[in-house]
């Protein structure tokens, strides 16, 4: 496989590096260079064309502006949007065969209400970003129909690993700096994936027949409450921790007045995904358990 990579040195993307298989001829489009394999160094991937792309087979596209306060909606729009279609239409006119692009769950929504979304849910961006990566989805699908490229969507739920960056961060660090946490009488219903096993479903999509226009919601295969993820986490940190009983509606109250509402809705809310259909059809299951995996993470931060 000859393949072509953004986003390489992200947290998602430097996983993928380190996993990839070496048979697989690999073309990084960075600013950095890299000991192991080619790199075209841009200094913006807006400079990409045809030409650099020859004799590619498989288009994997991992860069994008994240969900930051201080990014603006022109630059989610520009980065994860435009750029995007740039890319692909450049694939396109370079003769590769299939794009996979990696979106976000958040393009189904903040969260779920009566059961977990799946591939045929209604999208429902709730924030500029998640608008970003959809109207980047809708234009894939566009030029899939014109052209013949192979698309393959990727909507991650919350990927946790080792230097992951964002809520799971925070989580670690909360679970390792408070020895008592609220969530006892938490009983919400949450998805997540692990780096590892999004890594492999990455690497399936790319080769696998049936993943033609596919929609993938990843997620670890199993749907759990934040009082298990903290008691997961803390497990595989060897550090006691204590859950104490504060109803949801005291946790919301209180995160209105410190000004961190959207923080715990996402601890403490419902977003659950159903990817059972699509694993089936890929033949695909997560190797790693949570338990696994944040076993795993331990021992590679340790290193």
């Known amino acids: 496989m000859k393949l072509v990579l953004t986003g390489g ?3 998602i993307g ?3 590096i380190n996993q990839v298989d070496a048979t697989t001829d690999l073309l990084l489009l960075s ?5 192991q394999h080619n790199v075209l160094s841009y200094d913006s991937l807006f400079e990409v064309s045809s030409d650099d ?3 590619r087979d498989v288009f994997l596209h991992l860069a994008g502006i994240a969900h930051k306060s201080d990014t603006s909606d022109a630059d989610y729009y520009k980065y994860n949007t435009e750029l995007t279609l740039h890319l692909a239409e450049q694939a396109v006119k370079a003769g590769i065969k299939r794009f996979v692009f990696v979106s976000s769950i958040g393009v189904n929504g903040a969260s779920t209400l009566n059961k977990p979304f799946n591939s045929e849910s209604v999208a429902n961006p709730h924030n500029a970003y998640a608008d970003s990566k959809y109207l980047a989805e809708k234009g894939l699908k566009e030029i899939s129909d014109k052209s013949g490229l192979e698309v393959v969507i990727i909507r991650p739920t919350l990927v946790y690993g080792s230097d992951a960056p964002g809520n799971f961060e925070k989580l670690q660090s909360l679970v390792l700096k408070s020895p008592v946490l609220p969530f006892a009488c938490i009983n919400n219903t949450r998805s997540f994936i692990a780096v590892q096993n ?3 479903l990455l690497m399936c999509c790319l080769v696998h027949p ?3 226009g596919m929609l993938v919601l990843a997620s670890d295969g199993e749907v759990i409450s934040i009082k298990t993820l903290t008691n997961r986490i803390a497990k595989s940190l060897n550090t006691k921790l204590f859950q104490i009983p504060v109803p949801s509606d005291a946790l919301n109250f209180i995160a209105r007045c410190l000004g961190k509402e959207k923080m715990v809705e996402q601890l403490v809310g419902d977003l659950a995904v159903d ?3 699509e694993y089936q059809l890929l033949n695909w299951f ?3 358990t949570m338990e696994q995996a944040l076993k795993q993470t331990k021992m590679e931060s340790s290193i």
């Open 9 to 11: 040195t992200g947290f």
């Open 14 to 16: 430097s996983h993928f």
């Open 210 to 212: 049936k993943a033609n």
């Open 31 to 35: 600013r950095k260079s890299h000991k």
């Open 53 to 55: 792309l020859a004799n």
């Open 286 to 288: 997560p190797k790693y």
């Open 198 to 200: 999004l890594v492999d």
């Open 275 to 277: 990817s059972s259909k």
